[in-house]
């Protein structure tokens, strides 16, 4: 996912997609993969445990990857993007409420975020290595140099983590983790409504925003008239602020508790995605870019502390699985109209449209989450020892 972003002008002139359209297959192939990998993965997560789901999520991509990078037609690409969708699936689901069950709730959302510096170094890094290679080995091929050269540190932490968790270790810490859960008590009363409304939130609302990412470096190469190389690096600055804006964020939601963090970074999501169409290449588009990653940054690591203090215990990696899963989900679906939106209206109309649906889908679903109290147990116990 951290290469495509970057990787796509150069994979669409090699493979000579004539229009944006046919071009939304590259983001929609993996997404929809993913997506349908991550809902079966939340079920097994929640009865066999998450070690499984991690190695495979890990090391089953890096092989994926090798096989992207040597590709030979389109056919085969989008058939190995899928594959690399359906085995990342089972990542997120095992090891984000491994994760959050494995602290104190009352820096849940700090330990998130320094979980997601990991995935955002990633997303940070890799359009910088890209647009290196790109330029080393040319843009015929580079791209396929970027997925084979990237597979190598992929493969690593995949042993790193099958180590630890197979050892005495790292298999006691799993154990200890799910018998807390097995005693944990209920969530806070109304937490379906509140469930409801924020998946709504954020499938559909997040699903629209996620839709533009992917046409951001298309919209740099063609509209801006940035090179293929110039427009892969630049979405480094998107997610340069995730290597520290997802603690940031969970100690704010750790602070002021995260539906205030979610409502304020879902409206603002839909003001910068506005903004695209009004800049120029140069500072004006940097500024955006980096606040545009500064609001997903800040909002990850909130969004799951929401989901750790709603769900039952028993069914959190469920709801997980549902939560990644339908965001990719509509990021695909919204991806393809996305495509036809830019073909037929053009960049402008489908930043507006954008826009005007992430933020009304954030202030709509906010009147159905604002009473979320991410310490209720905490409370509840206090007030019951009192």
């Known amino acids: 996912m951290a290469l495509q972003q970057p990787l796509f002008p150069a994979i669409r002139d090699y493979f000579k997609i004539g229009t944006y359209f046919e071009a939304s297959a590259v983001p929609a192939a993996f997404a929809f993969a993913s997506a349908t990998g ?27 990857g090798v096989l992207v990078g040597i590709s030979p037609n389109f056919i085969m ?8 969708g359906l085995l990342s699936g089972g ?34 890094v890799s359009p910088i290595i890209a647009g290196a290679i790109l330029g080393a080995f040319g843009e015929e091929s580079g791209w396929r140099y970027s997925y084979l050269i990237l597979a190598i540190p992929t493969v690593v932490f995949g042993l790193i983590f099958l180590v630890y968790l197979s050892r005495r270790g790292g298999s006691a810490h799993v154990k200890a983790v799910k018998q807390q859960i097995i005693v944990e008590k209920p969530p806070q009363p109304g937490y379906k409504r509140r469930l409801i409304a924020f998946l709504t939130m954020m499938v559909i609302g997040g699903g629209i925003g996620m839709s533009v990412l992917p046409f951001l470096t298309l919209y740099m190469t063609d509209i801006l008239k940035a090179s293929n190389a110039t427009a892969g690096g630049l979405m480094s600055i998107v997610f340069s602020s995730g290597l520290w804006a997802g603690p940031l964020g969970g100690y704010i939601s750790d602070k002021i508790g995260s539906v205030k ?28 870019l980096f606040f545009h990653g500064l609001v997903m940054a800040i909002r990850m690591p909130v969004t799951e502390v929401f989901i750790m203090t ?77």
């Open 91 to 124: 990542y997120h689901p095992a090891a984000t409420p491994l994760i959050s069950a494995s602290v104190d709730p009352q820096i849940r959302g700090r330990a998130l975020g320094l979980h997601l510096i990991g995935g955002n170094a990633a997303f940070f």
């Open 310 to 386: 709603q769900a039952p215990a028993k069914h959190r990696s469920k709801i997980f699985g549902v939560y990644y899963s339908t965001m990719q989900y509509t990021g695909a679906i919204f991806a393809i109209p996305g495509g036809y939106f830019v073909e037929r209206f053009g960049f402008d109309t489908m930043f507006t449209w954008a826009a005007v649906g992430v933020t009304a889908v954030a202030i709509i679903t906010a009147f159905f989450i604002f009473d979320a109290n991410d310490h209720y147990h905490a409370e509840a116990d206090s007030a019951g020892g009192g």
């Open 38 to 64: 991550q809902l079966p993965a939340g079920w097994f997560a929640d009865r066999f445990g998450p070690t499984p789901l991690i190695i495979i999520g890990t090391l089953g991509v890096a092989v994926a």
């Open 77 to 84: 690409l989008l058939v190995f993007l899928i594959l690399m």
């Open 261 to 288: 963090v979610i409502i304020v970074t879902g409206i603002l999501g839909g003001v910068l995605i506005y903004i695209f169409k009004l800049v120029t290449l140069g500072p004006t588009l940097y500024i955006l």
